[in-house]
């Protein structure tokens, strides 16, 4: 515990740098932005009958009622177009000012959501917000532990960035992640590879929400329309709880896309619907999709 924290912070000094450098990539992304047809999936509300009984009423009166019908269980339904899910993901987190006021929206609104976070951000003394996350049903995902673009690196450094950072989330939370994300989404064959090492999927978003929080950065109405108009049953959508217009453009998003019908799981959630053994270790996952034959 000690040797891992000393070694950590050791290896936090030396990768400041090129955190920074890094991060400023994330800024250069290639533009991905592209129109789709967006559907509207209009979600029947279920509703309950109430049925009112009398005590008084004469036993010899009393007909046969037919056997309720279960309430499905939106949540155990697979993603589909007439009960359409989006995984929101969050990435580069936690964030002292934005990841809190967040957390506060996603209850109040009963959303799961998925954390990306960066180990040299966790290690800073925000273990606790990481805690919150998962504590409170969302699903914390590996974001590498300084943000590098791991197809610059070798093996044995893309290696130590995701272990320092499942390491790391295993030690608040009790378990490693099972999901991670590349900076910048830049993968490889060998990343892949590393990731199945360490029991984790590798997981991008559906290029239509690529980044465009990051493009928009104070623009919160921008953000939720975009969102609101694009998003597709099924989609892993990429979002930043770093970003303060991010945060603000959360709760006229959730809303918009309840109202397009839609559902919210976490990444790992979703994927699962896929079948057993989803999400993959060492799988490539962009969006929810059946798997080819
Ligand atoms: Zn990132």
Redesign the pocket.
């Known amino acids: 515990m000690t040797m891992r924290k000393t070694k950590s912070k050791s290896f936090a000094r030396m990768r400041a740098a090129v955190l920074l450098v890094s ?1 400023a990539a ?1 800024l250069v992304l290639t533009s991905c932005l592209g129109n789709i047809e967006a559907e509207t999936n209009q979600q029947p509300t279920d509703e309950t009958t109430i049925v009112e009984t009398s005590e008084t009423a004469p036993i010899v009166e009393t007909t046969a009622e037919p056997t309720p019908t279960p309430e499905p269980d939106l949540a155990d339904l697979p993603p589909s177009e007439d009960a359409p899910v989006v995984a929101l993901t969050f ?2 987190g936690p964030s002292l000012r934005d990841t809190g006021t967040l957390l506060d929206l996603l209850a109040a609104e009963e959303v799961p959501a998925t954390f ?1 976070v ?1 180990g040299s951000q966790v290690e800073i003394g925000r273990e606790e917000l990481v805690k919150r996350a998962y504590d409170e049903g969302h699903e914390i995902g590996n ?1 590498t532990y300084s ?1 590098q673009i791991l197809t610059t690196l070798d093996q044995a450094q893309v290696r130590q960035e995701l272990s320092d950072t499942s390491d790391m989330i295993e030690n608040i939370i009790g378990s490693k992640p099972t999901v991670m ?1 590349p ?2 989404g830049a993968w490889s064959d060998d990343i892949a590879a590393a990731s199945e090492e360490l029991g984790m999927a590798v997981v991008n978003w559906n290029w239509q929400s690529c980044p465009e929080d990051w493009n928009h950065h104070d623009d919160p109405q921008h953000i939720s329309d975009f969102v609101i108009e694009t998003a597709q049953n099924g989609h892993i959508i990429l979002l ?1 709880d770093t970003n303060e217009a991010t945060v603000a453009s959360m709760p006229d998003m959730i809303a918009g896309l309840k109202e397009r019908g839609f559902r919210f799981m976490t990444v790992s959630q979703m994927l699962e619907h896929l079948g057993e053994g989803h999400p993959q270790a060492g799988g490539v996952y962009h969006t929810y999709a059946q798997p080819e034959n």
């Open positions: 991060l994330s990435d580069d990306f960066i974001h943000h994300r900076p910048t930043h």
